[in-house]
Each structure stands twice: as C-alpha cells, then as structure tokens.
C-alpha cells in the first residue's frame, strides 16, 4: 500500500515540519488536478450544451430532436460536475453571496434542464409517434410544469448572483462573468420569440458562459504552474 512517504525524496527528512511540508505539497497537487478536471468538464459540457442549444429544433418531431437533448443532458451531467470546483477555487474571493449563487445556479440547471431533456429523448418520441396520443405533446407533461417553472428562474438567479459576485471579488478576470450576465439578459429578451433563432440563443450563451469559467480554470492553473516553473528556475 503506498503512504505519503512514497512521494517524497529518499534524502527527505521525516521530521515533523518536513512531514507537514511534504502533506501540504501532496494537497495542493491533489487540488491542482481536482479543479484542472472541473476546468476540463465545464469546458465540454458548456461547448455541447451551446451547440444542443443553438439547434435546439422547434419542432418536436424533428428527427435531430432525440439526439439534440440526448447531448443536451451529457452536458448538464459535465457541468454538475464542474461546477462545485469552480466554486471552491473562487470560495474565498466569492464568499458566501458566491455560495448562495451557485447552489441556485447548480440546482436550477440540474432540476430545470435535465427534466426537459430526459423528457424530450424518451417521453416525447412515444407520444409523437401514436396519433392518439400526439395532441399531447402541445400541453406540459402532468406534475412536472411546477418544478420547471421554479427550476429556470433560479436558475437564471443564480447564474446572475454568482456573476456578480465575481466581478466584486479583487483579482479575478471579468469577462466570464460578463458572458454569464449577457447570457442572463438574452435568455429573458429572447422569450417572446419563441420558436425562433433568437430564443434559442440565450440558453445557447448560457452554457458557453459555464465553458467560459471551465476555460479560466485552465489557464489559470497553466498561469500558476508556469509562475511556480519560473520561480523555481530562478532559485537554481
């Protein structure tokens, strides 16, 4: 079985400030690939939600309706799992308004996009293909409107606290929680449009803008390992 000495250098000394030494240096590694991974996840999920969303079809007998909210969910699935990293890597710059925000942005997509999903790759396909049971699919499905009328609006709450809160905090970049607000704005401006491309927009720029926050986990991982390279050449 290894143990943490397995990790460290055969000349190391195991005193117990070195030893302290050495568990802070495996957490922060740890951490590291932890929020490279959130990064990594957000990124995927947001880039195929945005394009799920920006074809999203009008029409629920479309063939590419099945595929669409298929990829629709794997990106909600990719981005719950990003998302509480993100948070942890900003906790302390976010703090508990940042919190609040991304419990609300997390559960409103999860409870919100997923039920439409699931709903339109399994229900939908039955429904549409029995004409005696096609007139449904121009009413909500039964017991589930509640929850998804909740699910959107704390949604784009939540999408809309957490940005905010992001550009309040010192020394972090802007521009994703600029996306995130701009996204916020569309998805309401589109809804008299329904059934257009315009409509489809604003969720299409909601889920680049969680691509947005995977893309600065990365780089700003990249930026913290360069500097850590840097200064340990320097040191030579």
Known sequence: MCSVTDFLPEDWDYGPMHYAQGMRRLWHMSNATLFRLNGLTLV??????GVASA???????????VPVHLALYVAIMLIALG???LYLRHSEATKVA???GMVMLFFGIVFGDTIHSVIEF????VITANPDTAALMHGGPPGLMGPLM???PVLLLGQLIFAITWLRAAGLPRWPAVVACASVVL???GFPFNGTPLRDAGPALLYFSMAVYGWELLAQRQSTAATRLTQAVATR
Do not use: E
């Open 187 to 189: 998805v309401i401006a």
């Open 122 to 125: 399994t229900v939908m396909p």
């Open 44 to 49: 995927l999920g947001g880039v195929l939600g």
């Open 83 to 85: 998302l509480p990293g």
């Open 98 to 100: 940042g919190l609040i």
């Open 55 to 65: 074809v999203h079809p009008p029409d629920l007998t479309d063939p590419i309706n």
């Open 150 to 152: 909740i699910a959107f």
